[in-house]
């Protein structure tokens, strides 16, 4: 069994000393009229290069760009799309932060590329990156999407054409599906789909699954084209256990279980199995507190034997852009001892 480390989402977009202060600044400074788009765009790729740079010393080996220029997980996208304007703040349901409203005045219209650009500039960032002794070949960049399920949820309509979240959904899958086909073209051979919004009846789970399925075609069009491409589906919990049975009969490639956030993925998995590649999320960030190395090595250890042969993947159990900077990184660098521990390699504890 391969288990690469994996990073999940977001990183801290700030931290102490006055250089991780840049980006607080700039946002503050193009408020007040002090700076421009311009000013503030360098300091979100200085803050790019930080947190991959971090998570690779951390032992990560499948990095993301932190999402540090995402203002939060919603409206990043949506609000590229032709249709969509922004309304109120709100907080995040069951988790640390707050979104925009995406107004939808009409069909959601993707006219230019959501992530390309961004998923580009991470990957020249890392490949700026010393490797690591023994990385070598062994570390990319994962493209991450919030998924149309979610959008739609979180969206308000404006018209009667987009009233129904069916129509909202399928619109926004519309535009990730060829967003997905833009970042295999750019080389993204890994993207994860963030699924968030609760489900909270089957006509939820119908349109969630349609969502997922037209991005899945975008991927086999891109694998025709001759791109290595997968996706990983995160649901958030209970989302997942609620739909244990039906989860990985989703056309993903990789799973994602917040085992963190919810004990009872872990005796589902320990009782049934998976039949694909899972990415573990160990780690929470929603907490500061550092969990157990031991203890998280007993539990992986005990799932092991459930999981197909070939690999998987070890990493936060979604993004940690919640948590103090150090303790972020002191999370991912957890993860990596508790890949040696079950290893059997020394380790410093």
């Known amino acids: 069994m391969d288990l690469i480390l994996a990073s999940a989402g977001s990183y801290p977009r700030s931290g102490p000393g006055d250089d ?9 400074a ?13 300091a979100e790729s200085f803050m790019v290069r930080r947190a991959i740079e971090e998570q690779v010393a951390a032992g990560m080996e499948l990095v993301t760009d932190g999402l540090t ?3 939060d997980p919603v409206s990043h996208l949506a609000a590229k799309l032709e249709g969509v304007t922004l309304g109120d703040e709100r907080p995040l349901p069951a988790a640390p932060g707050t979104y925009r409203v995406p107004l939808v005045s009409k069909r959601p219209v993707r006219r230019a590329p959501l992530l390309a650009e961004e998923y580009r500039f991470a990957c020249n960032a890392l490949g700026a990156v010393g490797t690591p002794s023994g990385k070598a070949g062994k570390l990319g960049v994962k493209a991450m999407l919030t998924g149309s399920f979610t959008l739609a949820k979180f969206s308000e309509p404006k018209d009667t054409a987009v009233a ?12 990730l599906a060829a967003e997905i086909g833009a970042l295999a073209e750019g080389g993204a051979e890994h993207i994860q789909v963030d699924e968030f919004a609760p489900v909270e009846q089957p006509s939820d789970w119908t349109a969630l699954r349609a969502g997922i399925a037209a991005l899945a075609v975008a991927r086999d069009a891109a694998r025709k084209a001759g791109r290595r491409v997968e996706l990983t589906v995160f649901l958030q919990t209970p989302g997942a256990a609620a739909q244990w049975d039906a989860l990985f009969e989703l056309p993903a490639d990789v799973v994602a279980l917040d ?12 009782a049934s199995g998976a039949p694909k590649p ?7 960030g ?3 507190e550092l969990e157990d190395a031991r203890e998280l090595a007993r539990t992986l250890e005990s799932l092991l034997p459930k999981l197909p042969s070939g690999r998987s993947f070890l990493g936060p159990a979604g993004g940690l852009d919640a948590l103090p900077r150090d303790r972020a990184r002191a999370k991912l660098e957890l993860l990596a001892r508790v890949r040696e521990i079950v290893a059997g390699r020394p380790v410093s504890l």
């Open 164 to 175: 129904h979240l069916d129509a909202r959904a399928a619109a926004f899958a519309e535009a």
């Open 30 to 42: 193009v408020a007040r009229g002090e700076q421009t788009a311009a000013d503030l765009a360098d």
């Open 69 to 71: 220029r995402w203002l």
């Open 286 to 288: 929603r907490t500061a």
């Open 20 to 28: 991780l202060q840049v980006l607080v600044r700039a946002r503050e």
């Open 259 to 270: 085992l963190a956030g919810d004990a009872k993925l872990a005796g589902r998995l320990a």
């Open 278 to 284: 899972l990415h573990l999320g160990l780690v929470s």
